[in-house]
C-alpha cells in the first residue's frame, strides 16, 4: 500500500508541470510573434525615414546649388578623387610590389650604394664638360679686317663689363653666364653683319636714305619758314621755345614717336621706342636655341636698347657731333699745322 501510493505521489509530480509548460510554451510563442511585429513596424519605420530623408537631402542640395552653382561641380570632384585615389593605390602596388626575384627567393640588386652621378665616370665626364663650358674662345666678328673686330671686341668687352659683370660679380665668379651673353651678343652682331653685306649699300643710300634725308630737310625748311617767315627775314631769338614752335610746325605736327613735345625730357620715350625696336628685332638676329628664355631675352633688350643704342642715339642727335664729323673731313692741313 505504502509503495502503490509513492508510485501514484512520484506519477503525480511527474505530470502536475505540464498544464505550466504548456503555458510558458504559448507565453513564448506570443512573444515571438509580438516581437516579429515590432521588426517589421520598426523596418517599416525605417525605410520610411530613409526615403523622407533622401528627399529632403535632394530638396536641399537644390537649393544650394540655386544659392552656389560651384556645387554641381563637387560629386565630379569627389568622383574624381575616387579614381585618381584608385589610380595611385594601383601603381604603387604594381610599382612597388615584389620582382620575380624576390618571390624565387633570388638575392635582391639595390644598385650602387651612392648617387648616381658619383659614380667614377659619370664623375669624370662632368668634369670634363665644366671644364668644356669654362673655356670661352672669342671668334672675329669681322676676319677680314683685324681692325674692325679688335674694335669690336673692345666694344662689346665694355658692354659686359659695365652692364653685367658689375651686378653678376657679386652672385658668382664663374664666367660662364658671361661667357653665354657674349656669346649670344656675337651671335646676333654675327647675324646683323651677314644681313649688312647682303645688301647694296649703293642702292640703298641713293634709293632709301638720300630720300629720307631730302624729305626731312624740306619739312624742316618749311616748318622754319612757317615760324620765321617766308624770307626767314624775322629776327626771333634762338631759344628753346623757339626750338618746340617749330617742331610744331614740322609735318604739321606728326613727330617722331620717340619725339614728343608733351615732356620736356623725352628720354623715357627714345628708350622706350628703342625697345620695341629690339624686342621685333631679337627673333630674326637671334638663334632659336637664345630665345626661349624670357629673361634672357629681356636682359639682352635692356642691354641693346638702354645701354648701348640709346648713348649712340643721342650721339648722333647732337648737331655738334655732326659739326665735329664735317670739320673733321673738311679740314685742310695749313702750312703752319703742317710745320
Not at 624742316?220 to 628753346?240: C, F, H, M, P, Q
Not at 655732326?322 to 703752319?336: A, I, K
Request: glycine share 4%.
Amino acid at each position: 500500500m505504502d509503495v502503490r501510493q509513492q508510485g501514484a505521489r512520484v506519477q503525480a509530480g511527474f505530470a502536475t508541470p505540464k498544464p505550466q509548460a504548456s503555458r510558458n510554451l504559448g507565453q513564448h510563442t506570443h512573444t515571438q510573434d509580438a516581437g516579429t511585429g515590432a521588426a517589421r513596424t520598426t523596418m517599416a519605420l525605417k525605410r520610411r525615414d530613409v526615403i523622407l530623408a533622401a528627399v529632403a537631402i535632394f530638396i536641399a542640395w537644390g537649393y544650394l546649388t540655386h544659392w552656389q552653382p560651384k556645387l554641381l561641380y563637387l560629386p565630379y570632384a569627389f568622383v574624381a578623387g575616387v579614381v585618381a585615389t584608385l589610380a595611385l593605390l594601383a601603381w604603387l602596388t604594381l610599382t612597388t610590389s615584389w620582382s620575380r626575384e624576390l618571390r624565387a627567393g633570388r638575392e635582391a640588386r639595390y644598385g650602387p650604394r651612392h648617387v648616381a652621378f658619383l659614380a667614377p665616370d659619370k664623375w669624370r665626364a662632368e668634369r670634363e664638360a665644366l671644364t668644356k663650358r669654362s673655356m670661352y674662345m672669342m671668334e672675329p666678328l669681322y676676319p677680314a679686317s683685324f681692325v674692325v673686330s679688335d674694335s669690336i671686341d673692345v666694344l662689346v668687352g665694355l658692354v659686359l663689363r659695365d652692364f653685367v659683370k658689375s651686378w653678376y660679380g657679386n652672385i658668382s665668379k664663374s664666367p660662364t653666364f658671361v661667357n653665354e651673353v657674349d656669346r649670344a651678343v656675337r651671335a646676333a652682331m654675327g647675324e646683323v653683319r651677314d644681313r649688312i653685306l647682303a645688301v647694296d649699300m649703293v642702292e640703298t643710300v641713293v634709293s632709301r636714305m638720300l630720300p629720307l634725308i631730302t624729305e626731312h630737310l624740306r619739312a624742316s625748311y618749311e616748318a622754319e619758314r612757317a615760324v620765321r617767315g617766308r624770307k626767314l627775314s624775322r629776327i626771333v631769338t634762338d631759344s628753346e621755345e623757339l626750338d618746340n614752335a617749330i617742331a610744331a610746325k614740322y609735318r604739321d605736327g606728326r613727330l617722331h614717336p620717340a619725339a614728343s613735345l608733351a615732356y620736356s625730357n623725352t628720354t623715357s620715350i627714345q628708350q622706350q621706342h628703342l625697345r620695341s625696336i629690339v624686342a621685333r628685332l631679337l627673333p630674326k638676329v637671334m638663334p632659336p636655341s637664345m630665345t626661349t628664355s624670357p629673361a634672357v631675352n629681356v636682359l639682352i633688350k635692356e642691354i641693346v636698347a638702354c645701354a648701348v643704342l640709346s648713348p649712340v642715339m643721342q650721339m648722333l642727335a647732337d648737331p655738334d657731333t655732326w659739326n665735329q664729323l664735317m670739320e673733321g673731313y673738311v679740314r685742310v692741313p695749313t702750312p703752319l699745322t703742317r710745320g
